[in-house]
């Protein structure tokens, strides 16, 4: 299994709040710490969109770049992909959905011409040697539109693996899938051509699905799965959608399956309450990081 931790970036870029540049980076390098190899760190995106991120080059410079991890960043047109290539970015992700209401809110694009402003990304980006991961946002349900057709969500996957995509996520971005949902995406993605080795689920808990969505997803053989450390993050346009999975709920979660991950939990859970004490939150948005960390500092008041 491998987890993609997004905190850096989906996780991060709604807070309200100004989180100072070091913070980022040193959560960053606590993630690395607990065994992630991939932590998908920023974006580059336009400020006046994103301004949570507009540190992103200051970011990209300052962590300490461990061996064998990956940094990813967001990169949603040419001048992004240029920023990113000067700040020694070596994996690049791009966006668009499969819902054309939501894509016009999202990118003031239709999903046709959004996938058509990627093909110069991918293709200046391949120059480069830098790889590309390509997201699929609402693929089960849409803010705007409401039910998003499993062949809808499929048509925007091929697109984007047929470009050059070497993985594509496909993003309960509102929460609304279930198991049975998810899974004729899934299928459908399959059917058309996108092989499951080449297929990622990004599942957000709105309604408390995500666990049960991401155990149906690995039953079809898909083993690569985004999470964000406390549960962080949502999407700043489909409002009311909360978090993405917790990274330490899907951890428990594989643990307790006897799926290897690679991840150690303690290191894990050293990000998690880091991040939650920046951010200034009362709880943890993971539920296995709440039990675990009480269990933890109980242990240790006792031993004083």
């Not at 987890?3 to 390098?29: A, C, S, Y």
């Not at 279930?178 to 957000?204: E, R, Y």
Request: aromatic share 4%.
């Amino acid at each position: 299994m491998t987890i993609v931790e997004v905190g850096p970036r989906d996780g991060l870029q709604n807070e309200p709040k100004h989180v100072p540049t070091e913070v980022k980076v040193r959560f960053i390098e606590l993630l690395g710490a607990s065994g992630l190899k991939v932590i998908e760190s920023t974006s580059f995106v336009s400020p006046t969109w994103v301004p949570q991120l507009s540190d992103a080059s200051d970011v990209m410079k300052l962590i300490t770049r461990r061996s064998g991890v990956r940094y990813p960043v967001l990169t949603p047109n040419m001048k992004g992909l240029e920023k990113a290539i000067q700040a020694g970015a070596q994996e690049i992700a791009i966006f668009t959905a499969a819902s054309e209401a939501f894509n016009k809110k999202n990118t003031n694009v239709g999903i046709d011409d959004s996938l058509n402003r990627f093909r110069d990304v991918i293709d200046i980006a391949s120059q480069e040697n830098i790889a590309v991961r390509g997201y699929v946002s609402c693929v089960v349900g849409c803010p705007y539109q409401g039910d998003v057709a499993p062949k809808d969500a499929a048509r925007v996957a091929v697109a984007l693996h047929e470009m050059g995509c070497y993985e594509v996520s496909m993003g309960d971005t509102i929460g609304v899938g279930t198991p049975k949902t998810v899974v004729d995406m899934f299928l459908s993605c399959i059917d058309a051509g996108v092989p499951v080795a080449n297929l990622a689920a990004h599942m957000h808990d709105t309604y408390g699905q995500a666990l049960a969505n991401i155990l149906a997803s690995l039953q079809l053989g898909i083993s690569t799965i985004d999470a964000s450390v406390a549960g962080l993050g949502g999407c700043p346009y489909a409002r009311g959608a909360s978090g993405n999975v917790a990274t330490e709920d899907v951890v428990f979660m594989l643990n307790g399956l006897g799926i290897r991950h690679g991840i150690d939990m303690d290191k894990l859970l050293d990000a998690s309450e880091f991040i939650t004490k920046a951010l200034g939150r009362m709880t943890n948005g993971s539920r296995a990081a709440e039990a675990l960390l009480k269990k933890r500092h109980s242990s240790s008041r006792n031993e004083e």
